[in-house]
């Protein structure tokens, strides 16, 4: 198939915005840009920073900015959130499925060793899960036994809690209208800040009922946030921002320098150009290493490099923030390979410097000069002073004006330089999704009553799905992309599987009944070890008058899986359930568990075949719906505690055939 975009090559609307240079140039072209691109032309580098500080004066005036957002007591952490992890909730860094339960202190000990802790977390909770059934947004909130403790333990460890607010969800069940719901919500989880999912800026109704029930709430948008709305949201996601040659100016960052920007491209495996640019412009940057399940890891260089910015930004905050901001400052020749921006007060001047380029740089640089990531530095007199700019990496150095004193913060940096080596492995860390070990059941001597028996031997099966942001079987479906767009997103896909049987085997031809699992029930005394959700629909723990011969719902892979033992068998995989489809196909109106419980360390996932009456529709984010044909397969996203029960969700029983049964 051949598409009308190269999805490796920026959009226009990604792109970093002409300055223009003329005295007379109409500078108001420039609210709307991403980034200030550099021009290439180094003589031109102070014109153009001219330009710059006369369009922040000029929107400032025209816009009647006022910095009330930026000084209010409980918001001011915002301007020093440098590193915000996007993390799906059932992340198996963050829980365990084998002890049910929040692993809060796995993830943090992970996070502080590889990119020297996080200052805050994203808890993305519903997409791409929610549709599957009637559940809205706030339900995957609320119905998750043990969240508030977890936010709980986030805080009490140092870090600030965002939660994620997705405008798009109108097909769900429906409660109170979305900024009632999204105000609650974040009472209840004693929320930091709101992530805004899909949207540029809040509308102003929302931004002032979320303050009301929570003040000091921090409103993160997604992509451009336009500058007048600067004002009103202290933070925004800087993704797909495309960049000139030389890293240009954040445009939100340059407006308001407490407005702290997190760079993110979330399917590359390369992210050392987010990281120069929030380097040379004192911003952040957001580690999103599962998105939407997909594993999207950060290489050893990357993470270093972050470290290595992360023990500067947060010592140095105060200059970050209130010193004067030179880009492209003319202490490191444009000559050289390498640039820098400079932030000074009272004397004290750091340089970020920035290698854009393949080659390690040595840097020769004049004055009294502290190389600050550089072990058992001291302070040089005026002079010459070499220093180490990594390929693809950074470097800090303080330069002191004559009689000013080291400052007080240069301590912290230095006590953690020992941890601060620049890696140069920039390889990809690949996981591999491995089938989780199923339990053990023997073969039966003859297929049950109403089974559909697949012979052994060598299958092909052809399996159609949705691709989704989620995959498949292993590995991104968007690798270094820039945005991916229609029809690669969310398209109808077609995969091969080549099968082997050992042996015959038997599958149900019809799913479960709520009679059925009552019966087993009342027979093992089945309890649970995590009874949140189960047989949720049941009244009184009985199914409800006229639904005993409705397929059981509200139940999940272990549930299934205690049922298919009690009968003598196991669930099908998915491959055959499908065999067994292809040959006699009843419908039972809603999904079927699969022994196809996957892995790759840090998202689990199961694939669902049959299809659901149940589900949403209205949006194409929502999980699939309706009745599917044999062929069809949907990944679904794996959630704990219970909450994978669900009313669209019931199960088949397997059995292994002996020879004779076959």
């Known amino acids: 198939m051949t598409y009308a975009f190269d999805p490796l090559v920026p959009r226009e609307i990604d792109l970093p915005t002409t300055v223009p240079l003329d005295a007379g140039a109409d500078l108001s072209v420039l609210d709307d840009a991403k980034i200030f691109a550099v021009p290439p032309d180094p003589a031109q580098w102070p014109r153009w920073r001219e330009q710059l500080t006369r369009w922040r004066t000029q929107a400032r005036e025209r816009l009647g900015y006022v910095d009330d957002l930026y000084v209010t007591p409980e918001r001011t952490w915002a301007a020093g959130c440098r590193t915000v992890a996007q993390v799906w909730l059932w992340d198996e860094l963050l829980y365990s499925f084998d002890e049910q339960r929040f692993t809060p202190e796995r993830f943090l ?7 020297a802790g996080l200052d805050a977390v994203v808890l993305w909770h519903a997409y791409p899960v929610i549709g599957i059934d009637d559940r809205n947004q706030w339900d995957f909130y609320r119905d998750v ?3 508030r403790a977890l936010v709980d333990a986030l805080h009490a460890a140092g870090l600030r809690v965002f939660l994620d607010y997705n405008p798009w969800d109108t097909g ?3 409660g109170d209208d979305d900024v009632t719901e999204l105000a609650a919500v974040i009472t209840e989880l004693d929320a930091d800040g709101v992530f805004l999912d899909t949207l540029r800026k809040a509308d102003p109704h929302l931004v002032e009922t979320l303050e009301r029930a929570r003040p000091g709430i921090v409103l993160e948008g997604e992509s451009k946030l336009a500058t007048e709305r600067i004002a009103d949201h202290a933070s925004s996601w800087a993704q797909w921002f495309a960049d000139s040659e030389v890293p240009g ?28 640019s929030a380097w040379l412009n004192g911003a952040g940057m957001m580690v999103w290493e599962v998105v939407f399940g997909v594993w999207v890891g950060w290489n050893q260089r990357d993470a270093a490099t972050l470290r290595r910015m992360l023990a500067v930004q947060r010592a140095a905050h105060g200059l970050l923030t209130t010193g004067e901001w030179t880009p492209l400052d003319d202490a490191v020749a444009p000559t050289s390979g390498a640039v820098a921006s400079s932030f000074s007060a009272d004397g004290v001047t750091l340089l970020t410097i920035a290698n854009p380029g393949e080659r390690d740089l040595t840097l020769d640089l004049a004055g009294r000069c502290l190389d600050l990531l550089a072990p058992d530095a001291e302070v040089e007199e005026p002079g010459a002073r070499q220093v180490l700019v990594p390929a693809r990496g950074v470097a800090a150095v303080l330069r002191l004006a004559d009689g000013a004193a080291v400052p007080t913060w240069v301590a912290h940096v230095r006590d953690a330089v020992g941890d601060l080596a620049h890696d140069p492995d920039s390889s990809f860390a690949h996981r591999v999704a491995r089938r989780v070990p199923a339990p053990s059941v023997g073969p039966v001597p003859r297929a049950p009553r109403d089974a559909v028996v697949v012979p052994a031997g060598e299958h092909v099966l052809t399996v159609r799905y949705r691709a989704r942001e989620t995959g498949m079987y292993d590995g991104a479906p968007y690798v270094d992309e820039w945005k991916p767009l229609p029809p690669r997103l969310h398209d109808a896909r077609t995969l091969e599987r080549h099968v082997r049987l050992d042996a015959a085997v038997a599958v149900a031809a019809r799913a479960v009944t709520n009679a059925e699992y009552a019966v087993f029930l009342s027979e093992t005394g089945y309890t649970p070890a995590m009874g949140h959700r189960h047989v949720a629909h049941w009244e009184d723990g009985a199914p409800a008058p006229g639904t005993a011969d409705e397929p059981v719902t509200h139940v999940d ?15 099908p995989t998915e491959d055959e359930w499908q065999l067994a489809a292809a040959r006699r196909y009843e419908t039972d109106g809603v999904w079927s568990w699969t022994e196809s419980e996957h892995s790759d360390g840090r998202t689990r996932f199961v694939m669902l075949k049959g299809g659901s009456r149940r589900g949403a529709t209205g949006s194409d984010w929502y999980f699939d719906h309706g009745i599917q044909p044999p062929d069809v397969t949907a990944k679904l996203l794996l959630p704990g505690l219970g ?18 049964g076959a």
């Open 145 to 147: 036994p043990g969240l």
């Open 643 to 660: 909450t994978a029960r669900s009313a669209a969700v019931g199960f088949r029983c397997c059995w292994t055939l002996t020879e004779a």
């Open 249 to 276: 100016v954040l445009r939100a960052h340059w407006y308001e320098r407490r407005h702290m920007q997190h760079h993110v491209r979330r399917w590359h495996r390369d992210h050392s150009g987010e990281l120069l």
């Open 172 to 174: 769900t069940r429906r």
């Open 557 to 571: 892979l272990d549930d299934a899986r205690a049922y298919c033992a009690w009968a003598g068998g196991r669930l």
């Open 109 to 115: 000990a992970d996070a502080e060793q590889r990119f």
